[in-house]
């Protein structure tokens, strides 16, 4: 075993389930059901501990949805300290390429290797700790990030599992199956398929236009033998709270951390967080399977 093998392994060693979020197609929405995976997950139960890492390199938008933007990544002896998105509780780490980046503006303009080693530094330098479930937030399609990401994360393959979003139209179905082929080429279990922007409530009356159409990705998932977790509709409430621009006054900071986890509160009260329970559950449920299979 190589030495960035060993690093890595220590550093996943305490990583119970690790769930990497794909998309072929971009735009889908993947960060916004990453990110709701994260947060649903954490609130579980009381003592779940979380952590989503962020290795979209070139449009790394999970701090904004966790309100961290503008927060630095610490050094520690140990290696880098990830930003905690719940504060004093230190339940939801978060790492992000955005956090080294002096200005959230700045574009990251790197080649492939560059990409493979900023990845290498998030897995083996990291001070993840303890945790229940890492979420793998990655960038559309099959790429050097993706390829990049399972190379250095075969020595806990064995916790690996995936999880395929999608939206209904026709084009978006035909890039998931380019990345349901990725995910059997590389043996990368799949928990399931959610089928996103599938239709948008009118926050006034209620009624649900199908945008986009309905019911392509549960479709998809019938054809391929997929679970299909559920739909998730465009929620102007989820969508106003992960896209505020501006972090709040009293944001927390490793030196003042919050009293209370209002992302959390606020995103509890969204129509999108009583849908997301079910796909939860559909997690859960394939997580329990994926164990059985393994423990023969």
Sequence with gaps: MSSLETSVSRRLQSVKHIIIVLSGKGGVGKSSVSTQLALNLYRSTPTARVGILDVDLTGPSIPRMLGLDGHGVHQSSDGWVPVYADGAEARLACMSVGFLLKKKG??????????????????????????????????????????????????????????????????????????????????????????????????CCGEISNVFSTGGGEEMARREGLKFLGSLP???????????????ADAPTPEKPAESFRLL????????????????????????????????
């Design 106 to 203: 700045d574009s990251v303009v790197w080649r492939g290797p560059k990409k493979n080693g900023m990845i290498r530094q998030f897995l083996s330098d990291v001070r993840w700790g303890d945790l229940d479930y890492l979420v793998i937030d990655t960038p559309p399609g099959t790429s050097d990030e993706h390829l990049s990401l399972l190379e250095h994360m075969a020595p806990v393959h064995s916790r690996l599992s995936s999880v395929i979003v999608t939206t209904p139209q026709a084009v978006a179905l035909m890039d998931a199956m380019k990345c349901l082929s990725f995910t059997r080429a590389v043996n990368l279990p799949i928990l399931g398929l959610i089928e996103n922007m599938s239709g948008y409530v009118c926050p």
């Design 234 to 248: 465009v929620d102007t409430e989820l969508v106003s709270l992960l896209d505020a621009s501006e972090v709040p």
């Design 265 to 296: 509160e606020e995103y509890s009260a969204t129509p999108s967080a009583k849908l997301f329970k079910h796909i939860l559950e559909g997690v859960a449920a394939s997580l329990e399977v994926q164990q059985a299979v393994e423990s023969r």
